[in-house]
């Protein structure tokens, strides 16, 4: 704890993970009511400058339901997983695509059997999508913490059309691109051989994402 008092307990840090999607804070009646009710006690008890960290699946769901906890957060400093302060521009009305991170596992890694058995995940599962949250409560980023700079891959190569050699007789190529988000708070689409392979959730330097 931070510090304590007879009237309540306050805290460096808290984290929830895997805990959003059982809220359900994306009621039907899409009402942000649930995310109020979850926020603000929660953020009431962490000390200035403290942090507030989630983890959700990498799914649509669990990205919709990072927005709402972050809209309700406001003024709190950004330190994940935007190199910027401005609204996430991947968040649109139909969502069709969503910000989160491909994590590899070890090899050593598995999975408890019954889970296997009752959770449908693939045996042979090698990596993991996460989508994360991290804010501290502050006005700007202070120490230990502070903003990130560069920009951040926020998807897989995407596949394009196939376009014509330069010249009669040469093959067709087919191209790709990728999702960067930058530190103006925009989407950029550059070439998937432009930012090399990289997975999705990198970081990549403040000099390649002027490209």
Same mark, same amino acid.
């Given at each position: 704890?931070?510090?304590?008092?007879?009237?309540?307990?306050?805290?460096?840090?808290?984290?929830?993970?895997?805990?959003?999607?059982?809220?359900?804070?994306?009621?039907?009646?899409?009402?942000?009511?649930?995310?109020?009710?979850?926020?603000?006690?929660?953020?009431?008890?962490?000390?200035?400058?403290?942090?507030?960290? $989630?983890?959700?699946?990498?799914? /649509?769901? =669990?990205?919709?339901?990072?927005? +709402?906890?972050?809209?309700? *957060?406001?003024?709190? !400093?950004?330190?994940?997983?935007?190199?910027?302060?401005?609204?996430?521009?991947?968040?649109?009305?139909?969502?069709?695509?969503?910000?989160?991170?491909?994590?590899?596992?070890?090899?050593?890694?598995? $999975?408890?059997?019954?889970?296997? /058995?009752? =959770?449908?995940?693939?045996?042979? +599962?090698?990596?993991?999508? *996460?989508?994360?949250? !991290?804010?501290?409560?502050?006005?700007?980023?202070?120490?230990?913490?502070?903003?990130?700079?560069?920009?951040?891959?926020?998807?897989?190569?995407?596949?394009?059309?196939?376009?014509?050699?330069?010249?009669?007789?040469?093959?067709?190529? /087919?191209?790709?691109?990728?999702?960067?988000?930058?530190?103006?708070?925009? *989407?950029?689409?550059?070439?998937?051989?432009?930012?090399?392979?990289?997975?999705?959730?990198?970081?990549?330097?403040?000099?390649?994402?002027?490209?």
């Amino acid at each position: 704890p931070a510090s304590r008092s007879r009237s309540n307990v306050s805290y460096h840090m808290a984290v929830t993970g895997l805990l959003l999607n059982e809220l359900k804070l994306l009621a039907a009646q899409r009402t942000e009511k649930r995310a109020v009710r979850f926020v603000e006690p929660l953020r009431r008890r962490v000390a200035s400058g403290g942090l507030m960290l $989630f983890a959700e699946p990498g799914t /649509r769901k =669990g990205y919709m339901n990072l927005m +709402m906890v972050r809209q309700q *957060l406001g003024q709190a !400093a950004m330190l994940y997983p935007c190199p910027h302060t401005n609204d996430c521009p991947m968040w649109t009305a139909k969502v069709g695509r969503w910000c989160h991170a491909t994590v590899s596992l070890p090899r050593s890694f598995c $999975f408890d059997d019954e889970l296997k /058995r009752h =959770g449908g995940v693939a045996f042979a +599962m090698q990596e993991l999508n *996460l989508a994360g949250l !991290a804010m501290q409560n502050a006005s700007r980023p202070q120490a230990p913490f502070r903003a990130r700079r560069g920009a951040r891959v926020v998807s897989a190569p995407i596949p394009q059309k196939v376009r014509q050699g330069h010249s009669p007789g040469m093959p067709k190529a /087919r191209i790709a691109k990728v999702l960067v988000c930058q530190a103006d708070g925009r *989407l950029r689409e550059p070439p998937a051989e432009e930012v090399g392979q990289v997975p999705r959730g990198a970081w990549l330097s403040a000099g390649r994402s002027r490209k």
